[in-house]
């Protein structure tokens, strides 16, 4: 968070004084919400883990709600084209966010009680997967299309966890692929986010601008980058540097040793995470663990696999780095919760 806060007033200077005449204006906001997000940390480590099991439904149920409500006219604000986000003020919470919470929470419980019924698909696999599916519909009517895939994975990697049969992740890859192809159907504009992932030169002012602009960052970083608050990319180039495309400013500026620091951050966090996962005797526990961290760091490959063009643009944050209250505030839960897991047990 605070390489965060350094690298968020770099990539964001000229934008926030063009837009606000403030050019502190994106480092403040964000400076504020490390100072919640740690007081959040604090607090949510101090919180037994257990109070969760006894409230998974009703945790998953508010934020079903709240999935609801945001899709609303009037009560969802649509940005960036999609209708994701509640308003207040100047600011924005977004409901998709903390339903990951959510249903992993809900997942874990789900996966103690019907531990024995895993070997039954009917009984142990579908219920979960219907819920999971729910939750997908809701966020993909926004549409959050970065968002459900990370709650997909995290949940089939949840099932792996607790000894699903590997058949039926053969069966639902497939059924996966059918779901994926019939999203590009219905919506044009993600065959032309393919098309663009395949060759952004075909279209370099349109589908493909975004990871033109963000290899252009990169590639001339070489191993010690341009210097601190030198990048051109974030001068107009690349849109929002400050969020998305944060680590192409950040590789930009600090070359291939910078995007190896990064690297090696959440490295640590996934390491630590496992290990505090790995050593948990109580299921929920070990669940909830394995949970939290494997969402962390698939929005952390998602992202990266984004900005370097291994996949095409999705809108993903990078936890901890990218600008964000609602992103930075549900990591940071995430992570009091296995504090205080590793603290129980």
Not at 146 to 162: D, N, Q, V
Not at 170 to 198: C, E, H
Request: net charge positive; glycine share 10%.
């Amino acid at each position: 968070m605070i390489l965060s806060l350094f690298m968020i007033y770099s990539a964001s200077f000229v934008w926030a004084e063009y837009k606000f005449d403030n050019k502190f204006h994106y480092v403040l906001t964000q400076g504020m919400f490390v100072l919640i997000g740690l007081l959040v940390l604090f607090i949510i480590s101090k919180i037994d883990y257990n109070i969760y099991f006894k409230k998974a439904n009703l945790i998953l149920f508010t934020c079903l709600i709240l999935l609801v409500l945001v899709l609303i006219p009037g009560l969802g604000v649509v940005r960036n084209g999609s209708r994701s986000w509640f308003g207040i003020a100047s600011f924005g919470i977004q409901p998709s966010e903390f339903t990951k919470l959510g249903l992993i929470i809900f997942t874990s419980k789900y996966l103690v009680n019907s531990n024995k019924f895993l070997k039954d698909y009917k009984k142990g696999v579908i219920p979960i997967l219907i819920v999971l599916f729910l939750v997908f519909g809701l966020i993909m009517l926004e549409p959050d299309f970065g968002t459900g895939m990370i709650i997909i994975l995290t949940i089939i990697a949840l099932l792996f966890i607790a000894g699903v049969n590997m058949k039926f992740f053969i069966g639902l890859f497939a059924l996966g692929v059918i779901g994926i192809v019939g999203l590009i159907l219905i919506a044009p504009y993600r065959m032309d986010r393919i098309t663009s992932f395949i060759n952004p030169w075909s279209d370099p002012l349109g589908t493909g601008f975004q990871i033109i602009q963000s290899l252009y960052a990169i590639g001339p970083g070489g191993l010690f980058g341009v210097g601190y608050l030198n990048s051109r990319q974030k001068s107009f180039y690349l849109p929002e540097p400050q969020t998305d495309f944060i680590f192409s400013i950040i590789a930009e500026e600090f070359g291939i040793v910078g995007a190896l620091l990064v690297l090696g951050l959440f490295a640590i966090i996934l390491i630590y995470g496992l290990k505090i996962a790995l050593k948990q005797e109580d299921l929920f526990a070990k669940y909830l663990a394995f949970g939290l961290i494997f969402q962390l760091i698939v929005q952390v490959i998602m992202n990266l696999s984004v900005v370097i063009g291994l996949i095409p643009v999705t809108g993903v944050t990078l936890p901890f780095l990218s600008y964000g209250g609602s992103s930075l505030l549900t990591s940071l839960v995430g992570i009091g919760i296995i504090l205080n897991i590793d603290k129980n047990n």
